[in-house]
């Protein structure tokens, strides 16, 4: 970590923050607005402090690591197009044939062989201190409270290293880990990780699952630990092809979990398989808190250290944030992956406004009919992709995929109502919207045809609103969005007193102005924001039900209770502190005007009816 601060210092892309400053909240509130500018920078704690229990930490806190594209380029040592390129060749080896191509194919070959981690004898830089049974306080390390709601401290970048129960297999995961006490955690690995698969075998076994996190280190250990390889496959020999260098491990002091040699801080321990403990609330990358549910707990046996170590920490919350740019490299690097089993993808891209699992947009090469449905059930078949919510599908022709404005044009222009397909499967385990937790519907867009003719008769904003009101006064403001294509979409901001769909069924009589209607509720939504109403959007709607394909379309992307017949418990926004917040901006730590505040909706603001600001 110390050699990527002082790499990142010569670029003049760290920023050093002297002024004391509590993990509590004002950290990584930092941290959270950084990140959402232009040219966000690294950030660099250097004396974080508690002031609830007033400590003073003597680690400092590095965040906003993967501050932008060009950090994150440089952290992969290359363009993730480079290293996509050099998987795609390794899938496709051609049969040399000058004496130069058969060089270079075994150079490519021979280069492979540095993907393998090694492991050392020696004492690891990781371990030049160690505390070790009663010495284990993980007090004296600066853990992030990141959310007023909170359920405590969260480490957010640990490195979860196991192995399988026969040793056989062994993986990295990139978990959250909850502070319980002095001396332990609570994991949570989602239950369709690897992490949680491995913890099961030690359950049914009835024997303890040793467990180190590492911190710290090689950024690139971190990215690899986020990245979705199939069960079974290291995490680290992604590292190892990446660096072209092998990781080199050296074993935990206190179980016999190895650990990259030269990370941070490492935490070692055990999980009881009888251990259990509530997790959470916790302000999730979807942007809502995630409710509390039991997950297991570690009891660390030892913590081990460099002289001089930093803690590293990020913060997950509404978009966009530091998971736009390791995603952005994930997308890249795993596209030839992801043709291995649909070879007619060309291209795909995962917005970070659609949480990446909420939103893909991919282009295809279509060569017969149903074909894009075909392969919306392969990516719902294929291995954390299964959790995508909403997948479009275009062909060859249409604009990059990260054009937005023309890419939805080109989309609005074919829809039919045999576009679409809608169909239930698994859900990541954060997902809200799903009427019931872990499985949740799925809308499939086809819009690889042809154009199709417009339909509807276009009125002004304010002609619509009038009509619409006249149906249903719970109906409060509306705007129409690609009014120049076949298929405009109306988004309608409800007061929200009886389920969405009666609201709807009223619109129908509408139909000659009406195609493609969106509902949300009248609170933080900003009709003229569509980043925003993306994510809420995407975020909010379970397919099954409320993706309505009838005279009109319609989508209810309200908030759900037990009105709409959903019985679990909707969860609240993520906000920072108000008084945090205004505090940093007097200090002069953040600089930030209420435009921009509003424009990410970073505290929360109630709208009033009579003066929106939402
Ligand atoms: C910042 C960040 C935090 C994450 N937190 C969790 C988490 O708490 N639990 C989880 O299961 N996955 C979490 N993930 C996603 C996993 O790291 C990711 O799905 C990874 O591929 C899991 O690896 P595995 O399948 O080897 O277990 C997080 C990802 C990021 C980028």
Redesign the pocket.
């Known amino acids: 970590m110390e050699r990527f601060l002082e790499d990142i210092k010569k670029f003049g892309k760290l920023r050093v923050i002297e002024e004391p400053l509590d993990v509590n909240l004002e950290i990584p509130h930092v941290a959270y607005i950084e990140v959402k500018k232009e040219d966000s920078k690294v950030l660099l704690f250097k004396n974080p402090i508690d002031k609830k229990e007033n400590r003073k930490f003597n680690i400092p806190v590095v965040m906003n690591i993967f501050a932008n594209f060009e950090i994150t380029n440089f952290i992969l040592g290359k363009h993730p197009q480079k290293i996509a390129k050099e998987i795609q060749e390794l899938l496709e080896p051609k049969t040399p044939n000058s004496l130069k191509e058969k060089i270079n194919t075994l150079l490519t070959f021979s280069k492979l062989r540095k993907i393998f981690p090694k492991r050392t004898k020696k004492r690891g830089i990781c371990q030049q201190v160690i505390y070790q049974g009663k010495q284990v306080n993980l007090d004296n390390l600066p853990i992030l409270k990141t959310w007023p709601k909170d359920a405590g401290k969260f480490i957010?970048?640990g490195q979860v290293y196991t192995k399988s129960l026969d040793g056989k297999k062994y993986?990295?995961?990139?978990?959250?880990?909850q502070k319980l006490s002095k001396n332990k955690f609570i994991m949570?690995?989602?239950i369709?990780?690897?992490?949680?698969?491995f913890f099961h075998e030690y359950k049914k076994a009835n024997k303890k699952m040793p467990v180190s996190i590492a911190i710290g280190g090689d950024p690139l250990y971190y990215w690899c630990?986020?990245?979705?390889?199939p069960?079974g496959i290291f995490?680290l020999l992604l590292y190892g092809f990446i660096r072209k260098q092998n990781p080199t491990l050296v074993k935990s002091i206190t179980n016999d979990i190895y650990i990259p040699y030269d990370v941070d801080i490492v935490i070692e321990g055990y999980v009881d398989p009888n251990e259990f403990a509530i997790e959470g609330p916790f302000g999730d990358?979807t942007g809502y808190y995630t409710p509390p549910e039991e997950f297991p707990v570690l009891t660390v046996s030892a913590i081990t250290m460099k002289k001089n170590p930093y803690f590293t920490a990020?913060v997950?919350g509404k978009p966009p944030l530091?998971?736009k740019y390791?995603?952005w490299a994930t997308e890249r690097i795993f596209l030839p992956l992801l043709k291995t089993t649909t070879p007619d993808l060309i291209d795909y891209h995962m917005p970070e406004n659609g949480c990446f699992h909420n939103l893909l947009i991919a282009k295809i090469l279509p060569r017969y009919k149903g074909h894009s449905k075909q392969i919306m059930h392969a990516l719902w078949g294929v291995g954390?992709m299964s959790f995508l919510k909403h997948a479009i599908f275009v062909d060859e022709n249409a604009p990059d995929l990260t054009d937005y404005e023309n890419l939805t044009k080109y989309i609005l222009n074919r829809l039919t109502e045999k576009s679409f397909l809608i169909t239930e499967g698994i859900v990541d385990?954060l997902d809200h919207a799903s009427y019931e937790p872990l499985v949740g519907g799925k809308l499939g867009i086809d819009a690889t045809g042809s154009t199709v003719e417009k339909t509807i008769k276009v009125l002004s904003d304010k002609q619509l609103l009038e009509k619409a009101k006249k149906l249903d006064n719970n109906i409060l403001q509306l705007k129409q969005y690609f009014t120049d294509t076949a298929n405009p979409i109306t988004i309608i901001k409800v007061r929200k007193t009886k389920p969405v769909k009666q609201i709807f069924n009223k619109l129908k009589q509408l139909k000659q102005f009406l195609k493609i209607v969106i509902f949300v509720d009248d609170y933080m939504n900003d009709l003229n924001n569509p980043y925003m109403l993306i994510w809420r959007i995407t975020n909010n709607v379970d397919a099954l039900y409320d993706v309505w394909i009838e005279e009109i379309w319609g989508v209810d992307a309200t908030s759900k209770s037990n009105i709409d017949g959903y019985n679990r418990e909707w969860p609240e926004d993520t906000h920072c502190d108000k008084n945090v917040i205004e505090d940093l901006i007097k200090k002069g730590i953040i600089n930030v005007d209420k435009k921009f505040l509003r424009k990410y909706q970073i505290i929360e603001e109630e709208d009033d009816e009579a003066n929106p600001k939402y």
Do not use: F, S
Not at 171 to 177: E, K
């Open positions: 957010t970048t993986n990295l995961g990139l978990y959250r880990i949570h690995w989602q369709h990780k690897d992490g949680a698969h630990g986020q990245a979705p390889l069960n995490e990358h990020t997950v530091e998971d390791m995603g954390q385990q």
